[in-house]
């Protein structure tokens, strides 16, 4: 273990990762869960103090895309995350496995829009900079805004703490609701959601042969091919 610690520490990425993790603050989080039956657009303000220029901070704005959570069952959790993993942590997928009716599981992912993202250099202090973003974002009230005191370099990693911490307070409301809706029944072994999911992919597939593909892998990575493999087939057969 002690071995391992000394590999972490020499390596350079995994010190600028650390580094950026720990001195990252959410300061101003979104009033708003992420949306349970679409994608959310947050609105993000990051603040950091230039390391090698004393009195000047960079402010960057941007938006991040929070895709829509989608459920995953056990079993497609199993056979996508336990590579590697011992035989005690493969006995307990088996347990959640046999539980699949009651065993919830979210899928969340985000991409970054570069179209509205910009920044600027203003020579003050991180504090007084840091009040004025804060005023600024209150005044217009939207409830997706976020502010967020981090690193200049590497300040993308201040975004993943910022999309997991949004994840850690929305998964409670998204699950609520998608039991709400009944998506999380089983029929035929699949959530009633993920059939849901499927249907859309498949509609998709007929009208653009280009999903084609991404629904193979969708069926595939939900661990589903073989039950709609003949109509996955007839419609490559139709193209």
């Given at each position: 273990?002690?071995?391992?610690?000394?590999?972490?520490?020499?390596?350079?990425?995994?010190?600028?990762?650390?580094?950026?993790?720990?001195?990252?603050?959410?300061?101003?989080?979104?009033?708003?869960?992420?949306?349970?039956?679409?994608?959310?657009?947050?609105?993000?303000?990051?603040?950091?103090?230039?390391?090698?220029?004393?009195?000047?901070?960079?402010?960057?704005?941007?938006?991040?895309?929070?895709?829509?959570?989608?459920?995953?069952?056990?079993?497609?959790?199993?056979?996508?995350?336990?590579?590697?993993?011992?035989?005690?942590?493969?006995?307990?997928?088996?347990?959640?496995?046999?539980?699949?009716?009651?065993?919830?599981?979210?899928?969340?992912?985000?991409?970054?829009?570069?179209?509205?993202?910009?920044?600027?250099?203003?020579?003050?202090?991180?504090?007084?900079?840091?009040?004025?973003?804060?005023?600024?974002?209150?005044?217009?009230?939207?409830?997706?805004?976020?502010?967020?005191?981090?690193?200049?370099?590497?300040?993308?990693?201040?975004l993943v703490?910022?999309?997991?911490?949004?994840?850690?307070?929305?998964a409670?409301?998204?699950?609520?609701?998608?039991?709400?809706?009944?998506?999380?029944?089983?029929?035929?072994?699949?959530?009633?959601?993920?059939?849901?999911?499927?249907?859309?992919?498949?509609?998709?597939?007929?009208?653009?042969?280009?999903?084609?593909?991404?629904?193979?892998?969708?069926?595939?990575?939900?661990?589903?091919?073989?039950?709609?493999?003949?109509?996955?087939?007839?419609?490559?057969?139709?193209?």
């Open positions: 273990m002690l071995y391992l610690a000394i590999l972490m520490k020499n390596n350079s990425t995994d010190f600028d990762f650390w580094y950026a993790v720990n001195n990252t603050e959410i300061v101003v989080s979104p009033k708003r869960h992420i949306e349970t039956f679409g994608n959310t657009m947050i609105n993000y303000h990051l603040v950091c103090e230039l390391m090698d220029d004393t009195g000047k901070v960079r402010v960057r704005e941007g938006r991040m895309q929070a895709l829509r959570p989608q459920i995953i069952t056990p079993s497609t959790y199993a056979n996508t995350m336990l590579d590697g993993f011992g035989d005690e942590a493969h006995k307990y997928m088996e347990w959640l496995k046999k539980h699949e009716d009651s065993v919830r599981v979210l899928r969340y992912g985000y991409t970054l829009k570069k179209e509205a993202f910009s920044e600027q250099v203003i020579t003050d202090t991180l504090d007084a900079v840091m009040e004025r973003v804060k005023e600024d974002v209150s005044s217009k009230q939207d409830p997706f805004a976020a502010v967020i005191k981090g690193v200049d370099e590497p300040w993308d990693v201040c703490k910022l999309f997991w911490k949004v994840i850690e307070s929305s409670g409301s998204n699950i609520r609701e998608l039991q709400e809706r009944h998506m999380f029944e089983m029929k035929d072994g699949i959530p009633l959601g993920i059939r849901e999911d499927i249907e859309k992919a498949f509609l998709a597939a007929q009208s653009n042969p280009s999903m084609i593909k991404p629904l193979g892998k969708f069926l595939q990575d939900n661990a589903v091919f073989d039950q709609y493999q003949d109509r996955f087939f007839r419609l490559v057969q139709g193209r």
